[in-house]
């Protein structure tokens, strides 16, 4: 089974570009040729491994999954904010991808919980699909069953979701919510709420590490996998993007309608 999972690794993507990369150093003659090559491959290496995944992923998943006896008792709602959306015929046009499903999942799973309305906001894509929060919307109604109080549907961004869903959680009087998203993306999204004012208690989803996850490695969290190579990628991306708010807040201040 040890020697079927490494073969299946090695010769699947990305894997098998890896090999086909080792095969190019091997060959080439040039030394910034191989040094270029040896670049990319150790770069696409690491980043395909699931351990180094993890190693990326754990400085953006400072909070822990909530329970619910730590549920505040003071919230007052439930924002969730939205990932993207994929084209789907089956749906008749376009759903929520797999990130917006999991945070509208477990924004219904906190609803049942606690019986806080639950208000959802995503803009449209440049491409014109609808709104992220209307298909997180039907979602939620259609699917789960959970009415939504509140659609913000005009951010693009995460400074956006901060700035436009103020208006609409005031109105309603809501000023401590319980912040879902994916745990990666909690700590910027969280600074940025309540940099604009909303007091928010995060409550991550879809956490890559969890206490303890050094001991539960195996041979197939140190062989390439594409999905490994996904999360390596959010995580950089999240990275820089904490980094740039923290240029944004110095240049523009708080997030604002």
């Given at each position: 089974?040890?020697?079927?999972?490494?073969?299946?690794?090695?010769?699947?993507?990305?894997?098998?570009?890896?090999?086909?990369?080792?095969?190019?150093?091997?060959?080439?003659?040039?030394?910034?040729?191989?040094?270029?090559?040896?670049?990319?491959?150790?770069?696409?290496?690491?980043?395909?491994?699931?351990?180094?995944?993890?190693?990326?992923?754990?400085?953006?998943?400072?909070?822990?999954?909530?329970?619910?006896?730590?549920?505040?008792?003071?919230?007052?709602?439930?924002?969730?904010?939205?990932?993207?959306?994929?084209?789907?015929?089956?749906?008749?046009?376009?759903?929520?991808?797999?990130?917006?499903?999991?945070?509208?999942?477990?924004?219904?799973y906190l609803h049942r919980l606690s019986g806080l309305p639950v208000y959802v906001a995503g803009g449209g894509q440049q491409?014109?699909?609808?709104?992220?929060?209307?298909?997180?919307?039907?979602?939620?109604?259609?699917?789960?069953?959970?009415?939504?109080?509140?659609?913000?549907?005009?951010?693009?961004?995460?400074?956006?979701?901060?700035?436009?869903?103020?208006?609409?959680?005031?109105?309603?009087?809501?000023?401590?919510?319980?912040?879902?998203?994916?745990?990666?993306?909690?700590?910027?999204?969280?600074?940025?709420?309540?940099?604009?004012?909303?007091?928010?208690?995060?409550?991550?989803?879809?956490?890559?590490?969890?206490?303890?996850?050094?001991?539960?490695?195996?041979?197939?969290?140190?062989?390439?996998?594409?999905?490994?190579?996904?999360?390596?990628?959010?995580?950089?991306?999240?990275?820089?993007?904490?980094?740039?708010?923290?240029?944004?807040?110095?240049?523009?201040?708080?997030?604002?309608?």
């Open positions: 089974m040890a020697l079927y999972s490494v073969i299946k690794s090695l010769l699947t993507p990305p894997g098998v570009l890896i090999l086909l990369l080792l095969g190019a150093f091997l060959l080439t003659r040039g030394v910034l040729a191989r040094l270029l090559i040896f670049t990319a491959g150790s770069v696409l290496t690491l980043m395909t491994l699931p351990v180094v995944a993890i190693l990326l992923m754990t400085p953006l998943e400072p909070f822990p999954a909530l329970t619910p006896e730590s549920i505040p008792g003071d919230a007052q709602g439930i924002l969730v904010l939205g990932a993207g959306s994929d084209p789907a015929p089956e749906y008749g046009g376009y759903t929520v991808d797999e990130h917006s499903l999991k945070r509208v999942r477990y924004g219904a491409d014109g699909r609808p709104p992220v929060a209307f298909l997180m919307a039907r979602t939620l109604r259609d699917e789960f069953g959970v009415p939504v109080a509140g659609v913000e549907s005009e951010s693009r961004t995460s400074w956006e979701n901060a700035a436009f869903t103020r208006p609409m959680l005031e109105r309603d009087g809501v000023a401590h919510v319980l912040l879902v998203s994916d745990a990666w993306h909690l700590p910027r999204a969280v600074e940025a709420v309540e940099q604009a004012g909303i007091h928010a208690t995060p409550v991550p989803t879809g956490l890559i590490h969890y206490p303890g996850w050094e001991s539960d490695l195996e041979l197939r969290d140190w062989l390439p996998s594409a999905r490994a190579f996904l999360d390596s990628s959010y995580a950089v991306r999240e990275h820089l993007g904490r980094v740039w708010y923290q240029v944004r807040y110095w240049r523009e201040g708080v997030p604002g309608a």
